[in-house]
């Protein structure tokens, strides 16, 4: 699976943006995705992650009722609604497809993902 992230921005605080992820292959739908973010000088940490249908998300509490991961099966894509951005939320976001089902707590690991795209970068700034 390559995996192709997109739609990064310059944004105002309280404002939105969305990314994608476009993936090739044909077994997409098969994955759990995940959104991860790396802030400069930091390590990557989890962002949110849905199960293969759609039916289920986990998301960090950091992010939590201000994201929202959604994906489309048939476009082979996968997306993140970010509202209400915080500067804190300025990253480079990278997309990852995992073959762990969603439970109670995650996929969030880095090492549980098997597959990763390229970054697009998000920044929140007034």
């Known amino acids: 699976v390559q995996l192709q992230a997109s739609g990064g921005g310059l944004v105002q605080p309280g404002g939105s943006l969305s990314v994608s992820c476009k993936a090739s292959?044909?077994?997409?739908?098969?994955?759990?995705m995940g959104w991860f973010r790396q802030a400069p000088g930091k390590e990557r940490e989890f962002v949110a992650a849905?199960?293969?249908?759609?039916?289920?998300?986990y998301y960090a509490d950091s992010v939590k009722g201000r994201f929202t991961i959604s994906r489309d099966n048939a476009k082979n894509s996968v997306y993140l609604q970010m509202n209400s951005l915080k500067p804190e939320d300025t990253a480079v976001y990278h997309c990852a497809a995992s073959r762990v089902l969603v439970g109670r707590e995650g996929p969030k690991g880095l090492y549980e993902y098997d597959y990763w795209g390229q970054g697009t970068l998000v920044t929140v700034s007034s």
């Open positions: 292959g044909r077994t997409f739908s098969s994955y759990t």
């Open positions: 849905i199960s293969w249908n759609g039916g289920r998300t």
